[in-house]
Every structure is written in C-alpha cells, then in structure tokens.
C-alpha cells in the first residue's frame, strides 16, 4: 500500500533498581492519511525488539497496540509563526508474561501507563522538533531536497519491492500536495 510506513522508533533504555537494563526498539508499521487540514498516522502494529530479555519473554506474544497521531498545522500570520500541533493517543493491552502475571493488573495498568506517557511525550517532542527543523531546511535549501530525494531513490533501489513502504514520509506528503 502506498501510504504504509515503516517507523523505527529510537532505541529506548530502561533501568531499574537491582535489574539489568533493557534496550527496547519498537518498530512500526503505520498507516498515513493526508486529508485537507491535518495528517492522521495510525497504526495497530508494533514489534519490540531489543535486549536478550525482550526476545526471551516474547513480549511480541502478548500485546495489542492501537495509535493515532493527528498533525494540524497554521500557517502563521504576520502577528504569529506558522505552528504544526499534534495530538497523540495510544492504547496497550497487555497479558502479562511469566512472573509479570501474578502483579495485580492495576498496579502493570498504573506503571505501564504512566511509563507509555512519558516515552510518548517525549518522542513527540523530538519528532516535532525534528519535523519543523527538517521542514524548515528543506522548504529553503535546493541543494538538501536534492540529497532527500537521492536518499528516497537510495532506499527504493535496496529494496524493490518494498519501496512504497520505505518512502519517506516527506516525499509521501509532498506527492499528496502535487
């Protein structure tokens, strides 16, 4: 499908006190909708991948994951600055593994809650901080859309036949305008 993505999501470290740490990966495959006044990306898949542990416990076995990220932009008047906002919701069901099973389901409901909202907030951030800066640089410098979509005709020829997945999600955007 065109308007499929992949989406690796930076590796996170956990620690706790008296336990390893854990490395964790999500990947994602999400699904982009370029409508008149926003950019829905949704997604009801995810793999975690990472440390020893998290293959160990196949965590991947026992999760449901749902997101929607909604993107709406302003363009900015002469008073205020163009603004991109977005909106993020993500629901986890989660049956428990191993010993992680006899922990009372509010208690994992509280933590698991509490940890998702936090890694959100802050991989929203960054990812919106990156999007304007890349947006920023790409709409002024000719000689950047060029490596851009050097690197988009890169990746096709890697992989033929999962190039419209592996577009990015700005040429994907970019040919949705034209």
């Known amino acids: 499908m065109p308007d499929q993505f992949r989406l690796r999501v930076p590796p996170m470290k956990l620690k706790s ?16 909708n370029v409508e008149q006044h926003r950019v829905l990306i949704t997604s009801n898949s995810c793999q975690i991948r990472g440390s020893k542990i998290i293959e160990n416990l196949k965590i991947n076995d ?27 919701e ?28 936090i890694t959100l907030g802050a991989l929203q951030k960054n990812f919106m ?18 490596q851009r979509k050097q690197l988009e005709l890169d990746v096709a020829a890697e992989s033929p036949q999962e190039a419209n997945i592996d577009e990015t999600l700005m040429a994907y955007l970019k040919r949705q305008e034209q």
């Not at 006190?17 to 982009?32: K, Q």
């Not at 026992?62 to 603004?83: M, R, Y």
């Open 17 to 32: 006190p008296g336990v390893p740490e854990v490395e964790v990966r999500p990947l994602m495959m999400a699904t982009v």
């Open 62 to 88: 026992f999760f449901d994951f749902k997101v929607e990220i909604c993107l709406t932009w302003e363009d900015g008047t002469p008073a205020s600055s163009p603004a991109i906002t977005a909106r993020s």
């Open 90 to 117: 993500i629901e986890v069901d989660l049956d428990p593994p191993g010993l992680f099973a006899l922990v009372p389901r509010q208690i994992l409901e509280a933590v698991g809650k509490r940890a998702i909202g």
């Open 129 to 146: 901080k990156s999007l304007g800066s890349d947006f920023e640089r790409w709409s002024v410098d000719e000689e950047y859309r060029a």
